[in-house]
């Protein structure tokens, strides 16, 4: 055969190898998502789609068809280069071939086809339909052979996918430009929405503001003005016995016709929890109660601190400030390496803050109760500890707790 005839055909076998490699790119990495959505309004996109849902079969033709043509290029060119050097033709059609191979059939048809999946799955649909339909006779054997391996092979296969590579999916989407950080933010939000407790995200006992149900009404109407809740818990005897609780428009509605009452007749229903239910779950209870409150009771049946409907929205969709709220800044810069930081702060948010992996699960969830924690007893007012790179100082606190923190990275001081 003439070799102006095998140089053509080689030429047109590597196309085709790197025709099979990028279609396998191509199709391993489409947005499947993306594709359905296509396929709605593009002929081309539905069969697409219905190849990529069919994968292994469609993987078998690319692997049979790719080796075909790389098993008929090798010998084509061991042809040619034995024709032109003889016995050591052999070696330079393995070299050579090896290259183009690896340049030509792999890599760069591959890297193009990554670049954008969805439009060449679109330009090659047709073509790899037509080799499907040609090596369906060896499709059918090799499916025939994967069900005779199974059959003695137990395999498990998890297709689920867990809460990390989901909020994986989402960072990457973020990363590549197809969501935006608030959009980000809210999926991610959404998907941890489900394993946050009540005890992670309630008012602590201590901060609860709360009235006896024999205050009189002018301290409570103070109380109103300077605190601006639209909601107190009332109590009985103890903060221990929370009875209900008070709407600022009942209370101002008896404030100004009805002194004489008292608050009992404006005591509302208040709903209990404990401290390990789920948010979710809560959630759908005081919509169900119609409720916007309830009160954490613990273990021993005693007031562990309040969540309102408003506390669990806002680990969906960020703090939600009104015009009366007074915006906390939990992480203060002072200078490149040293920041205030309230004791109060989310101790996840201060490790995602400083950039710090959590070496164990701790049972308390704020910065206070962390510091505790570390130095074993409730600090005095300028004692300090180091955690990894950084420096801890206590800048206040009193008998029962830590309220600010100083940190100080000192790696950044090193390198200086």
Known sequence: MD??????????????????SATETAFSSVNRIRLKNMAEMNKKAAKALALSENYDEL????????????????TIATVLFTRAYGESGATYSTVIMTIVVLVFGEVTPKSIAKEAPEKFCLMVVNGIGIVKMLLSPINWLFS???KLIA????????????????LMIVEEAQNDGDLEEHESDLISAAIEFNDLDVKEI?????????????????????????????????????????????????????????????????????????????????LRQLQSTKTHMAVVIDEYGGTAGIITMEDILEELVGEIYDEHDEVVE????????????????????????????????????????????????????????????????VTQCDDRKVEQIMIHRLEQEQEE
Request: net charge negative; proline share 3%.
């Open 59 to 74: 993987l078998s033709t690319i692997l049979v068809g790719n080796n075909i043509v790389n098993i008929a290029a090798t």
């Open 202 to 282: 309630l008012t602590p006992r201590v901060d609860v503001i709360a009235v006896d149900v024999k205050t009189p009404l002018k301290e409570i109407e103070t109380m109103f003005r300077e605190n601006n809740f639209s909601r107190f818990p009332v109590y009985e005897s103890s903060i221990d016995n929370i009875v209900g609780v008070i709407h600022e428009k009942d209370f101002y509605y008896l404030y100004y016709n009805h002194q004489e009452q008292g608050i009992h007749s404006i005591i509302k229903n208040v709903q209990y929890t404990s401290p390990h239910v789920k948010i979710s779950n809560l």
């Open 151 to 166: 059959h003695f092979l137990t395999i498990e296969n998890d297709d689920s996918m867990d809460k990390e590579e989901l």
């Open 144 to 146: 025939t052979w994967k």
């Open 3 to 20: 070799n102006s005839i095998l140089i053509a055909a080689l030429v047109i076998l590597v196309l085709f190898s790197g025709f099979f």
């Open 330 to 393: 939990y992480f203060h810069p002072i200078d490149e390496s040293h920041w205030l930081v309230q004791a109060d702060a989310d101790l996840d948010d201060m490790f995602e803050y400083f950039d710090l992996e959590e070496e164990e699960d701790y049972d308390f969830i704020t910065v206070g109760g962390w510091v505790i924690h570390e130095m074993e007893k409730i600090p005095d007012q300028g004692e300090s500890f180091n955690y990894k790179n950084l420096e801890i100082t």
